[in-house]
């Protein structure tokens, strides 16, 4: 029997210089029946943006449990206020990315900022670092750049084993780490200076888009390409995203659909956009295969935190994906390294079997 094994191998190494994330557990947390899940979901969440951004910066943030009705997170930060000048300037010596070209491309040189136009932007103190200005430290207690609150209770505490009626867990503290690290629009505050976040709304016409009234605001890079429409709802964050109508569920959503795992896409794109240097989807490596029986162990690199791994196998190597048949799935909680198992992979009858490995 011959054994090839397809993978990607054109491989992005995770950064040497990423960025840190730095946990604190509350004892409503510590001492909670479920700490060991919950805390690993936490860290799994926070690993992915760990490998997803080269920032070599350090993010404290304090994680709690809450028991607001209505309420599956909430997050405090601390902001500044720096001159528009000086933040555009910060954003352009830390460009790295495409979407830092076309968002650099659409915000204009000169005093004013091009929102409001006053000459005042609010920045978190996470994000003040991400762009490189030090310094100033957040006023916080426990001086933490954010304070995380989750409603454990009604949230599926893993996503190895979900209830229809409860939210997520991983994709509530992605959503408030997002506002943490620096996305939010000042609407919220009813503030004449933005945020960093509200540079990128838009009307559908391409038109900046600075108000609570009606219900065409977009996050956009350009005013061209629309990546999500902003919630304009009152009874939710107007940074969030649109959620009065059939939509799919998203990690920003202004309220979250119970069942749903998203994982953030357009969400990173704004984090990268605001000063966040985002790397590429990391590919995955097979650094070595073994056969025991029926037995195939795959050993690699470049795993991704919550990345879904399923390894196809098929006896006709020119068939479409599609039609090749997943028989192992794994949800890994820690990028870097990984370990397959898969069992009665191998028929000693088969002529010719041939596996691949793919990242949903």
């Known amino acids: 029997m011959r054994l090839l094994l397809a993978a990607t191998i054109l491989a992005v190494s995770l950064s040497a210089n990423a960025l840190v994330i730095v946990p604190s557990f509350d004892t409503t947390i510590s001492n909670?029946?479920?700490?060991?899940?919950?805390?690993?979901?936490?860290?799994?969440?926070?690993?992915?943006?760990?490998?997803?951004?080269?920032?070599?910066?350090?993010?404290?943030?304090?994680?709690?449990?809450?028991?607001?009705?209505?309420?599956?997170?909430?997050?405090?930060?601390?902001?500044?206020?720096?001159s528009y000048t000086q933040f555009r300037a910060a954003l352009l010596a830390d460009a790295t990315t495409t979407n830092d070209t076309v968002a650099l491309a659409n915000l204009a040189s000169g005093a004013n900022n091009p929102v409001t136009g006053t000459t005042t932007v609010r920045v978190k103190t996470a994000n003040l670092r991400a762009i490189g200005i030090t310094g100033k430290n957040s006023g916080l207690a426990g001086g933490y750049d954010g304070i995380i609150g989750l409603h454990t209770s009604q949230l599926n505490l893993s996503r190895a084993t979900t209830v229809g009626a409860k939210g997520d867990l991983m994709s509530?503290?992605?959503?408030?780490?997002?506002?943490?690290?620096?996305?939010?629009?000042?609407?919220?505050?009813?503030?004449?200076?933005?945020?960093?976040?509200?540079?990128?709304?838009?009307?559908?016409?391409?038109?900046?888009?600075?108000?609570?009234?009606?219900?065409?605001?977009?996050?956009?890079?350009?005013?061209?390409?629309?990546?999500?429409?902003?919630?304009?709802?009152?009874s939710g964050d107007y940074g969030d995203w649109w959620v009065a109508g059939s939509h799919t569920a998203q990690v920003q959503d202004a309220s979250a659909t119970n069942g749903k795992t998203p994982n953030p896409w357009v969400e990173l794109t704004a984090l990268d956009a605001i000063g966040y240097n985002l790397l590429p989807v990391p590919s995955p490596v097979i650094n070595l295969t073994s056969i025991s029986g029926t037995q195939l162990v795959l050993n690699g690199a470049n795993g991704m935190a919550s990345g879904t791994y399923v390894v196809l196998t098929s006896t006709n190597l020119p068939a479409l994906f599609t039609q090749w048949t997943p028989i192992?799935?794994?949800?890994?909680?820690?990028?870097?390294?990984?370990?397959?198992?898969?069992?009665?992979?191998?028929?000693?009858?088969?002529?010719?079997?041939?596996?691949?490995?793919?990242?949903?």
């Open 32 to 82: 909670d029946v479920n700490a060991a899940t919950i805390e690993s979901t936490i860290n799994t969440a926070i690993q992915l943006y760990q490998t997803r951004f080269s920032d070599p910066i350090t993010v404290t943030i304090q994680f709690k449990e809450i028991s607001t009705s209505g309420l599956y997170g909430q997050s405090s930060w601390w902001y500044y206020n720096i």
């Open 172 to 234: 509530t503290v992605w959503h408030e780490m997002d506002e943490v690290l620096g996305l939010s629009c000042a609407l919220d505050s009813n503030s004449s200076d933005p945020l960093p976040e509200d540079f990128f709304r838009y009307t559908s016409a391409g038109v900046r888009s600075y108000s609570t009234n009606g219900d065409d605001a977009y996050f956009s890079l350009d005013g061209t390409n629309l990546l999500a429409r902003f919630n304009q709802g009152a």
């Open 328 to 360: 192992y799935t794994n949800f890994l909680t820690t990028s870097g390294p990984f370990t397959f198992t898969i069992p009665n992979a191998v028929h000693p009858a088969d002529i010719n079997r041939f596996f691949a490995l793919q990242v949903r």
